[in-house]
């Protein structure tokens, strides 16, 4: 089963979980890492490294972060291209939708055909409400 994680600045992560889990009872699966003010960016990889080894298996981890170029974003993309022996997605600029879909098919996907759908459904995950409804 993929796992998923997400990382990202201040209590965004927990908040998605909390949120995800009104519409999903899997979602307390998620892993989530926060980092706030007072924390060192520094030791953030050591605690994304650390969640990685406990929840891996097999099937491959999906790291969701909150902004591209962002502490959370760069300490992924770090541990992608050192942990080689891993299956490692990331996606930055996670949204509720994206992470909701992730739920819902985390089981009956691979972790590329995951990511890949998760991609295709991206742009979709906001709009303009104004525009869509026409007035």
């Given amino acids: 089963m993929i796992k998923i994680l997400v990382a990202t600045h201040g209590s965004l992560s927990k908040a998605l979980k ?14 989530t ?3 706030n003010p007072e ?10 490294i650390e969640k990685i080894n ?14 591209f170029a962002g502490t959370p974003c760069n300490v992924s993309a770090m541990i992608m291209a050192e942990q080689l022996d891993y299956q ?5 600029g996670v949204n509720l939708p994206l992470l909701m879909e992730a739920l819902a098919c985390k089981d009956t996907m691979n972790l590329q055909e995951l990511k890949d759908h998760l991609m295709s459904l991206a742009s979709g995950t906001v709009i303009d409400l104004r525009k869509y409804m026409g007035f």
């Fill in 18 to 31: 909390d949120t995800a889990s009104m519409f999903f009872g899997t979602a307390n699966e998620i892993v």
């Fill in 33 to 35: 890492l926060s980092l």
């Fill in 39 to 48: 924390d060192n960016p520094i030791e953030l990889k050591e605690k994304v």
């Fill in 54 to 67: 406990k929840i891996y298996d097999d099937d491959g981890i999906l790291i969701f972060v909150d902004l």
């Fill in 88 to 92: 490692i997605e990331c996606i930055a």
